[in-house]
């Protein structure tokens, strides 16, 4: 989890390949609409995240159900959000990892992305939303993805 330009996709689909895992961007689960508006810079409320949720809640129950060991890239900002996936400290077979980056350097990979629909409104929006998680791994962005799949790795204990 993380605001836009922590890196998400990136380092998911390198830890779900080193785990040989499914991988599942949560981006893929917003409706047309949203996309729109975000390409706009305007910030999504939580009227138009709860079905985008909704939608990823259903997907992970599913891969449960079925015993598949996915990594999902998911903003997840808010508590309520992560409670509303299912992910907390008690969760079963869900483990949360938050990508930690300064505001100048999401900028910073946003303005290189191209045809991405995060801007820099929509990276401020993401940051005021943002209520950091107190039972989370946190990692600094600031290393590379290979480092950063490494240290989730070994703190999650998946050699």
């Not at 996915?70 to 869900?94: D, T």
């Not at 005021?128 to 790795?153: F, G, M, N, Q």
């Amino acid at each position: 989890m993380g605001p836009a330009g922590s890196g998400k996709t990136t380092v998911g689909k390198l830890l779900a390949f080193a785990l040989s895992w499914e991988f599942a961007d949560g981006d893929d689960f917003h409706s047309p609409a949203n996309r729109e508006k975000m390409s706009r810079g305007i910030g999504l409320s939580d009227e138009d995240r709860i079905p985008w949720l909704d939608a990823i809640r259903d997907a992970m129950q599913k891969w449960q159900a079925q015993g598949r060991n996915v990594v999902l890239a998911c903003s997840a900002l808010k508590r309520n959000y992560r409670e509303l996936l299912g992910i907390h400290s008690n969760a079963q077979n869900v483990k949360l990892v938050y990508l930690k980056g300064t505001y100048d350097l999401l900028l910073e990979r946003l303005r290189s992305r191209k045809g991405h629909y995060a801007t820099e409104q929509l990276l401020a929006s993401q940051l005021a939303d943002l209520e950091e998680p107190t039972d989370a791994i946190t990692i600094d962005v600031a290393k590379s993805p290979e480092e950063i799949v490494s240290e989730i790795r070994r703190r999650l204990r998946l050699a």
